[in-house]
């Protein structure tokens, strides 16, 4: 039997006291130990977590870096023969290897959990750019204006005034420094308006600022973090026909 009863909260969680009178001495003290319940309440949060990432699959390096993990751990000895352990320190001896196993298990669930988490709200945001991209592209109003910016490279758009977005493709422009970015305008009689930076890589289509029928689309050269008004003179010029 146990010394300390604050060491079983996680054998309980995991119903792994299999002695009926400490489990009732256990359960005796829990009635009045806040510490305890709230210890065996988290337990209990991380084990239902776990049914419910076993759901999903970890990624594939997450798994590859638990299994080098596990190939460093040294092993213990085997017992010498002839050598019985005692029930009392067999029980310990589980104890410990469970609630070892509990703190693994939540280990490696908050980082499974976490990655998952990450991966979907990456996916969600793409699709949702798509989307985006999708609604101008078919709308009844979308027209389209390549050219040749200086310098090198093409700027591509389609715009409608009916969606209010205009899309905007890069391809070939020259690299930039990490001070600087390509950000793009929107240029109507009233002046410019900032309609956001190209993404550092280029790749794919953005929707950029709020089009209206008057206006032009503009690239030029700009600070990393991006200017209130331009600094340099546009590389490329469009207006959808």
């Known amino acids: 039997m146990s010394d300390d009863p604050h060491a079983l909260a996680g054998a309980y969680a995991l119903d792994a006291i299999d002695d009926a009178a400490e489990r009732r001495l256990f359960e005796a003290h829990l009635a009045g130990c806040e510490a305890c319940a709230t210890e065996l309440r988290e337990f209990r949060e ?42 009392r320190t067999a029980r310990r001896w589980r104890r410990a290897a469970v609630a070892g196993l509990a703190a693994a298990a939540c280990l490696v669930t908050a980082a499974s959990v976490g990655a998952v988490i990450r991966e979907r709200h990456r996916v969600e945001r793409t699709e949702a750019a798509y989307r985006e991209v999708a609604s101008v592209l078919s709308a009844p109003d979308a027209r389209a204006a390549t050219g040749r910016a200086a310098g090198g490279g093409t700027v591509t758009i389609v ?23 390509y950000q793009l305008w929107l240029i109507d009689p009233a002046g410019p308006r900032s309609a956001g930076l ?3 890589d280029r790749k794919g289509p953005v929707v950029a600022g709020t089009w209206r029928p008057s206006d032009r689309l ?6 990393a973090g991006g200017s209130a008004r331009p600094t340099t003179e546009p590389l490329v010029l469009l207006s959808p026909a």
């Open 46 to 87: 991380t084990t239902a977590r776990l049914a419910m990432a076993a759901a999903e699959a970890p990624p594939a390096a997450l798994r590859g870096r638990v299994l080098a993990a596990v190939r460093d751990v040294r092993q213990l000895p085997p017992a010498p023969p002839g050598r019985a352990a005692a029930p």
């Open 159 to 181: 715009a409608s005034a009916l969606r209010g977005r205009v899309v905007v493709s890069a391809s070939g422009l020259r690299a930039l420094p990490p001070s600087k970015a």
């Open 198 to 200: 190209l993404p550092a």
């Open 218 to 223: 503009g690239v030029t050269v700009e600070p």
